[in-house]
T-cell receptor, first 114, second 115 residues
């Protein structure tokens, strides 16, 4: 069975500092991992994905994520946070079984203070 | 590309009434998903369609919930009768195909309040 965990409900970072939003997963096959962002009163927007290949994936708005197979993690990172990055972030996973559904984490609220 | 369009954006209804939520996926996308978001339960997959055919409805909470996709450009989620615990934000999402690496494109949701 698939599962995904975001251990932090909230992450607070000062503007200009690096940020990390954590995600760990569990799948029975090969993982396909995604990050989405949700702004108030909006739907989720796709940020980036890992399918195969380079463990460091670059996405929209300067975000990147590092796939770590041994730690079953896919943490979202950004070298320098902006106030406008404040939002709700969701990690999602599915595996390569034919009946696989995409499963979302519980979300992490990122707050960037000026 | 107008994106995934959901209507209405807000719906307030009384317990026992029928509620119909609507979704127009992105043209050319052949997979469609209905999700429900609440503070307590997060984002839950209710049902998804491939090529207008329901593939997995195991997330539909009760027989009060039903979903249809009569054609490639339209889907509905109906709740009859509605109950206060159905209050949530309902999202529709589409993707180009149900492959493992296709990201989902979400609409802006319908906020349902059942009093």
């Amino acid at each position: 069975a698939q599962s995904v965990a975001q251990p932090e409900d909230q992450v607070n970072v000062a503007e200009g500092n690096p940020l990390t939003v954590k995600c760990t997963y569990s799948v029975s096959g090969n993982p396909y991992l995604f990050w989405y962002v949700q702004y108030p009163n909006r739907g989720l927007q796709f940020l980036l994905k890992y399918i195969t290949g380079d463990n460091l994936v670059k996405g929209s708005y300067g975000f990147e994520a590092e796939f770590n197979k041994s730690q079953t993690s896919f943490h979202l990172k950004k070298p320098s946070a902006l106030v406008s990055d404040s939002a709700l972030y969701f990690c999602a996973v599915r595996d390569d079984s034919s009946a696989s559904k995409i499963i979302f984490g519980s979300g992490t609220r990122l707050s960037i203070r000026p | 590309d107008a994106g995934v369009i959901q209507s209405p954006r807000h719906e307030v209804t009384e317990m026992g009434q029928e509620v119909t939520l609507r979704c127009k996926p992105i043209s050319g996308h052949n997979s469609l998903f209905w999700y429900r978001q609440t503070m307590m339960r997060g984002l839950e997959l209710l049902i998804y369609f491939n090529n207008n055919v329901p593939i997995d409805d195991s997330g539909m909470p009760e027989d009060r919930f039903s979903a249809k996709m009569p054609n490639a450009s339209f889907s509905t989620l109906k709740i009859q009768p509605s109950e206060p615990r159905d209050s949530a934000v309902y999202f529709c999402a589409s993707s180009p195909r149900d492959s493992y690496n296709s990201p989902l494109h979400f609409g802006n949701g319908t906020r349902l309040t059942v009093t």
